[in-house]
Nanobody, 125 residues
Framework: QVQLVESGGGSVQAGGSLRLSCEVS????????MGWFRQAAGKERGVVGI?????????YPDDSVKGRLTISQDNTKTTLYLQMNSLKPEDSAMYYC?????????????????WGQGTQVTVSS
């Protein structure tokens, strides 16, 4: 059974940092790409960052996170990270990781083969 389990969320003051993790299990092949999404209350879910598993190249469609949020993966390619620095109240949301099995990477369109259950991030001013 495929599972993506996020952790690391919590409450932090503006300017603080958090590191989210997403552990992938139940898959015996490497993903093509993985990513982090977020959904704030009353808003649509949007992609925060994407990483191409093989080469490690990253892409941040959301300009508001560039320079503050960094997506990465561990050497085994089974754990995805999101380092979040200089957090702002508008970063408050449920954060989800997502997995795409094979090309093309469809995360920019909000399409994934597997999703995690999410971890809540709350940033207070």
């Amino acid at each position: 059974q495929v599972q993506l389990v996020e952790s690391g969320g919590g409450s932090v003051q503006a300017g603080g940092s958090l590191r989210l993790s997403c552990e992938v299990s139940g898959i015996n092949y490497r993903s093509y790409c993985m990513g982090w999404f977020r959904q704030a209350a009353g808003k649509e879910r949007g992609v925060v960052g994407i990483i191409y598993t093989a080469g490690g190249s990253t892409f941040y469609p959301d300009d508001s996170v560039k320079g503050r949020l960094t997506i990465s993966q561990d050497n085994t390619k089974t754990t995805l990270y999101l380092q979040m620095n200089s957090l702002k109240p508008e970063d408050s949301a449920m954060y989800y990781c997502a997995h795409v099995r094979e090309a093309p990477c469809t995360l920019s369109r909000g399409i994934a083969d597997y999703w995690g259950q999410g971890t809540q991030v709350t940033v207070s001013s």
